[in-house]
């Protein structure tokens, strides 16, 4: 039997960042992730295997960072926790000893009973290397895909797709709009146009009745009865937390399914914690369970289970909501809440928003405009949210408001924020549009 002062369940963004942390703030103590896969693919990167980057094995995440940080690594699944004799068990026969768990057994693709969707050529996104190769070859032979879900995973698909088939590419989308668990309105209707002028079909405000065929895919049927072509469909309409493990070994799961844990990661077992998507969440917003599977709220997550194993060192503030997507050219991104979260979440808030070339200049290269909307409350003036498009240095940007969010800032604030700006850069610094945005929501609070 092996001894391990640290096992590390899980190699992905979670598990890796976990062990990276515990071997920083506890360079003294032994330590072992286990995980099931040869090889870890990037999972943020795994729509871009099927243009941009061409194939599973230029995605994936190297092991040296393991060795690098004296991390033993064991490639096997995990099938029992005993909690009493604290030992994990393995599918290949091993039993290894822990003093501290930390489970990052992440998650799987949501599969709702739809009929069809277990015809061949329908795929769900597993984050798993073989499975990703057997899809982009089934993809090559297609000419009509339909892509279920118009979330961003769904709509980097779209993309990807079409940059790399020959095939006609339609999104479904339950909600009135692609990507509006994310975004306010007219963001989305621009996402929408981009998507369009692009070759891409989106069809909104409408449900998937069933994927139609005997063996294989042949058509997908819309609720109302309109069907469409499809000899392959690929499904992205969430995760659900892998919690077998945690479930079995007696932890509780929380409202949204995930494993039960304290504000440092720590489960109901003092010498276990849990961390990535197969954690339960809550919101930064008011505490409320929160659903949302990140891989930059997993980190987040790993860095507090990792420094909190022999002393509590961190703290959770909640999930903020932080990320971004690019359709062609043009990228979308938001942090915290969009106005008709704000309304959801019963704040009584005011918006301000500013537009600007993103170079000065405007004829200097690489011009392109950004626009930047932000939300605060009306009472106090302080940051719920903000989203940004046009120009990809949004996906920096938004992390500049996600910091104004996580530190309370107010409108004043960030309307006296001394930023830096370069002609071939950024806007100019009359026309900014972070701060222009804070000035107009002054103005509307005035
Ligand atoms: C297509 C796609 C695109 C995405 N894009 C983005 C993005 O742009 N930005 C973003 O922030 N997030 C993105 N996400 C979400 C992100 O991928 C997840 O939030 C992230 O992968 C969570 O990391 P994790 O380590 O918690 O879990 P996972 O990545 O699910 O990893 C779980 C790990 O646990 C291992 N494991 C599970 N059970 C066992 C067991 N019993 N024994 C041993 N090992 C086990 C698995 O093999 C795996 O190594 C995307 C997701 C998908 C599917």
Known sequence: MKHTDIAVVGGSAAGITAAITARRHYP????????KEEQVLIPCGIPYIFGTVGG?????????????????LVIDEVTEVDREKGEV????????????????????PAMPP????????????????????????ALKEVSDLVIIGGGFIGVEFADECKKALQ??????EMLPHCLMLAYDEEFCAQAEQLLDSRGITPITDTKVARVMGEDRVEGVELAGGRTLRAQAVIVGIGAIANV?????????????????VDRTMRTLDARIFACGDCAEKFSFFGGRPSPLKLASIATAEARIAGANLFGTRRENIGTVGV?????????????????????????????????????????????????????????????????????????????????????????????????GTHPALTASPISYQFVNAAEAAIAALR
Not at 28 to 35: D, P, V
Request: hydrophobic share 45%; aromatic share 6%; net charge positive.
């Open 28 to 35: 003294e103590k032994k330590q072992l992730l286990i995980r």
């Open 323 to 419: 990320w971004s997507t690019v359709i062609g050219e043009t990228a979308f991104a938001t942090a915290g809440l969009t106005e008709s979260l704000a309304a959801r979440h019963g704040y009584n808030y005011v918006v301000g928003a500013a537009e600007a070339i993103n170079r000065h200049p405007g004829g200097m290269p690489g011009a392109h405009p950004m626009k930047v909307k932000l939300v605060f409350e009306k009472h106090n003036a302080m940051i719920l949210g903000g989203q940004v498009m046009g120009d990809k240095a949004a996906g920096e940007v938004i992390n500049a408001i996600s910091a104004c969010v996580q530190r309370r800032m107010t409108a004043e604030d960030i309307a006296m924020f001394q930023t």
């Open 114 to 137: 739809v009929p069809g969707f277990q015809l061949s050529n329908v795929f769900p996104v597993f984050k798993d290397v073989a499975q990703l190769r057997s899809m982009q070859k």
């Open 167 to 172: 095939a006609n590419v339609s999104i479904v």
């Open 244 to 260: 077998n493990l945690a479930k079995n070994a007696g932890l509780p799961i929380g409202p949204t399914g995930g494993i039960v």
């Open 56 to 72: 599973p094995e230029k995605n994936l995440i190297p092991d040296e960072v393991l060795a690098k940080n004296g991390i033993e």
């Open 89 to 108: 068990k393995t599918a290949g026969g091993e039993t290894i000893a822990y003093d501290r768990l930390i489970l990052a057994t992440g998650s799987l």
